[in-house]
């Protein structure tokens, strides 16, 4: 079941990646892969993206990302093997994190992007958001200007429990 180094550098394998960033990422798969467990513990059935043929959600990008990437945010925590997006497509491992894992998340040092920015996948992390982003608990906003980064999906019922707002949300047409 685990993510290995191989599947999050996927298509990147080949970039001159420091040790440093090796040893981080190595860090990131243990608390990633140790939350998986536990939300498989409790049930939570996780999928494979057909897209990646590994738990990384995404085309391609969902795990590491080279320096300078034009996907995502400049300066991306995915280009320093900091960040990883577990493909969740039917939000189950979601909605297990915000009802019963946040204790588990919080003891492995895991940050997660808002629940309504992240519709088929789970945005891990293991640093702190900064830049002055708004946070809840475990969980913070991943762009500044909401207007011009309006939320991807409808808030869950979860959310309630876990003291993260629902923020509003139109259906794009």
Not at 114 to 140: C, E, K, Y
Request: net charge negative.
């Amino acid at each position: 079941m685990p993510i290995i180094l191989t599947e999050l550098l996927g298509p990147y394998a080949a970039q001159p990646w420091s040790p440093g960033e090796l040893a981080t990422a190595e860090h990131l798969l243990v608390a990633s892969n140790s939350l998986a467990v536990s939300a498989e513990d409790h049930g939570v059935v996780l999928r494979v993206n057909p897209a990646t043929k590994t738990f990384i959600g995404g085309t391609g990008n969902g795990g590491a990302r080279p320096k300078g990437s034009k996907v995502g945010a400049p300066g991306s925590l995915h280009q320093l093997l900091m960040a990883l997006d577990w493909y969740d497509p039917d939000r189950s491992l979601m909605r297990w994190l915000l009802s019963y894992g946040l204790e588990t998340a919080q003891t492995l040092g895991l940050y997660f992007e808002h629940p309504q920015w992240t519709r088929s996948w789970v945005h891990m992390q293991i640093a702190a958001p900064g830049d002055g982003l708004t946070r809840w608990n475990l969980f913070f906003l991943p762009y500044r200007d909401m207007e011009a980064n309006p939320t991807t999906c409808a808030a869950l019922l979860e959310q309630d429990l876990a003291a993260v707002p629902a923020l509003a949300y139109s259906p794009r047409s």
